[in-house]
């Protein structure tokens, strides 16, 4: 069983819509927990941090549940530029920051 | 400011080449992570710096990989004798040493 999994998809929504990706992990002790987004052909770019309290930034929503070890992340009135693949990332448990990684989540926002 | 530069952007080596990947991190940055990203997959862990101390190789996939940082500073990835299923993008990252991570734009390399 992989550290981080995620659900592929791929996620095809309309504009406007609201979409919901969750990602699980099997490190109970992790304690860093993270979503990039990745654009086609393009670098992981940091989108949010997750912490423990749930947090939000614009439109997007990032929740931890530690007890069912899984975190989420909602994107609100979707935005064509919002097609991308979303990777989930938890630290390692044997080396302190270096992250492990889900497969991503593709998403596609149609007009 | 300047982020994470690495280079070459592309490589493509003949089977049994060697190769030097080098990255630049974000000034001032203590920790610095190498990675790879095969097609259609997150990318895997290789190996961390702290400095230049080399904390974590575990992900290496063979005694063929070997990285060093000698300075703290810039890094390179070295693959001898490389193989076809070394194809990938081997990405970078720094961090001022807290959790998140900054990635360069990777190093696309083809193994022919």
């Known amino acids: 069983r992989k550290e981080v999994e995620q659900d592929p998809g791929p996620f095809n929504v309309p504009e406007g819509a609201t979409v919901a990706f969750n990602c699980t992990y099997s490190?109970?002790?992790?304690?860093?927990f993270f979503w990039y987004r990745q654009d086609c052909r393009k670098e992981p770019k940091l989108l949010m941090s997750?912490?423990?309290s749930g947090n939000e930034d614009g439109r997007f929503t990032a929740q931890l549940n530690r007890a069912s070890q899984y975190i989420s992340l909602l994107i609100r009135d979707s935005k064509l530029s919002d097609s991308a693949t979303y990777l989930c990332?938890?630290?390692?448990?044997?080396?302190?920051?270096?992250?492990?990684f889900g497969k991503g989540t593709s998403l596609l926002v149609t007009p | 400011g300047a982020g994470v530069s690495q280079s070459p952007r592309y490589k493509v080596a003949k089977r049994g080449q060697d190769v030097a990947l080098r990255c630049d991190p974000i000034?001032?940055?203590?920790?610095l992570f190498w990675y790879q990203q095969a097609l259609g997959q997150g990318p895997e862990f290789l190996t961390y710096?702290?400095?230049?101390?080399?904390?974590?190789k575990s992900g290496l996939p063979s005694d063929r990989f070997f990285a060093e940082r000698p300075e703290g500073s810039v890094s390179t990835l070295k693959i001898q004798r490389t193989q076809q299923e070394d194809s990938a993008v081997y990405l970078c990252?720094?961090?001022?040493?807290?959790?998140?991570?900054?990635f360069g734009p990777g190093t696309r390399l083809t193994v022919t």
């Open positions: 990252a720094s961090s001022p040493g807290l959790d998140e991570q900054y």
């Open positions: 490190n109970s002790a992790s304690q860093s």
């Open positions: 997750v912490y423990s």
């Open positions: 990332a938890v630290n390692r448990k044997s080396s302190g920051y270096a992250l492990n």
């Open positions: 000034s001032g940055h203590v920790s």
């Open positions: 710096f702290q400095n230049e101390a080399q904390l974590d």
